[in-house]
């Protein structure tokens, strides 16, 4: 196993899961044909690592759009209960968790949804605008048309936690299915959504952590999508609005002279630039490339002062 796990190229996880469970099989067929009990407990269950997962990624813009508007026009339990969980970004096991009264009130004119422990054993609250607190009051609506006693719960539940969370499910899966959208789409990708059209609204990354209920930055960098039109923008608002950067001097370039002496002038500055631009950068090919660049200009400006020999 050891000679497996160093191969080249490595064995992946979920492989050496695979092998190291046929082994603990075979391990224990053998601990009981062969009378040699030792075995049963050579490969323990701790021993076998984990399976990485992996996250579900933010919808596109245009799964966003058709999901919202179809949730939108079927105005149901399932639609609501889907939309609050997109512009709250709770899981969706804390949403069929939530109580009558989680809606609160904070002034002026402001509210905040009470979300129950859920998964880290945590609970917080998450400020909602005038639309979010409307699909509240449309999911209290739905609560006093159900024939089921009063609970204290803001979402019937005509059966067990886990049934209920599955019909869920079932419910997106089919309006996926009606819009011709991949039917591998989860609820989780909604707060996906949730979490990166904060940091691209400008929330910052401790507001980020508290309102998707998280104690690890590690989890909240895995749930938000930095794309490259975000990376672009943060870095022409921090060009242009620099909040802790001393002032840098203005430049003043000397008038440079004519004839052969300004081109010159002309082939040192911009050596002069293209070595400091070298010395910012870390020792990899990029700066081995324009470091050939810079002896060339040197070799270019050797040849240029021998013209004014001839």
Not at 174 to 198: D, G, K
Not at 211 to 234: F, I, K, W
């Amino acid at each position: 196993m050891s000679h497996l796990r160093l191969q080249v190229p490595p064995l992946t996880t979920a492989s050496y899961v695979n092998l190291l469970i046929a082994l603990r099989a075979i391990c224990n067929e053998l601990a009981w044909t062969e009378q040699l009990p030792e075995l049963a407990h050579l490969i323990r269950r701790e021993d076998i690592p984990r399976p990485p997962t992996t996250l579900p990624r933010p919808l596109t813009a245009q799964q966003d759009e058709l999901l919202q508007h179809e949730f939108l026009r079927r105005n149901d339990l399932g639609g609501n209960v889907f939309l609050l969980i997109r512009h709250t970004g709770m899981r969706i096991g804390e949403c069929v968790d939530l109580s009558c009264d989680c809606l609160r009130p904070f002034p002026p004119d402001q509210w905040a949804i009470h979300v129950p422990l859920g998964k880290l054993k945590t609970e917080r609250m998450v400020p909602v605008d005038a639309f979010a607190s409307q699909l509240v009051q449309r999911l209290r609506f739905f609560r006093s048309l159900d024939p089921l006693p009063a609970d204290g719960r803001l979402l019937a539940r005509p059966c067990s936690k886990v049934a209920f969370v599955r019909q869920l499910r079932d419910y997106l899966h089919q309006v996926c299915h009606s819009l011709n959208l991949s039917t591998r789409i989860v609820p989780h990708q909604l707060r996906h959504t949730y979490a990166t059209e904060m940091l691209r609204a400008g929330v910052s990354f401790p507001a980020l952590m508290k309102l998707l209920g998280h104690t690890d930055p590690d989890m909240t960098m895995r749930y938000v999508e930095v794309a490259l039109t975000d990376l672009q923008r943060e870095f022409q608002r921090a060009r242009s609005h620099p909040r802790h950067l001393v002032p840098q001097p203005k430049l003043s370039f000397p008038r440079l002279r004519t004839g052969l002496d300004g081109v010159i002038d002309s082939l040192l500055a911009a050596q002069h630039v293209l070595e400091m631009f070298r010395r910012a950068l870390p020792n990899d090919a990029s700066r081995s490339c324009l470091d050939r660049l810079s002896n060339r200009l040197t070799k270019i400006v050797t040849e240029v002062r021998k013209l004014h020999t001839q």
